[in-house]
């Protein structure tokens, strides 16, 4: 829970979703023993927003 916890960006909310190596890996990231990268964070929500009040 640490882990996921520390993918959010505490400034803005965003996540960072993807972390991996410059090659595919085989194995969990925390298992990778080269640099990691991150990609962009997602700042949007991933389910639509809720239908308007009657």
């Known amino acids: 829970m640490d882990w996921l916890l520390g993918m959010q960006d505490p400034a803005d909310g965003g996540v960072w979703f993807r972390v991996a ?3 595919w890996d085989t194995v969990p990231p925390y298992l990778i023993t080269t640099p990691h990268l991150l990609a962009e ?3 949007t929500q991933d389910r ?3 239908p308007p009040a009657r």
């Open 21 to 23: 190596s410059r090659n």
């Open 41 to 43: 964070k997602n700042l």
């Open 48 to 50: 639509p927003p809720p």
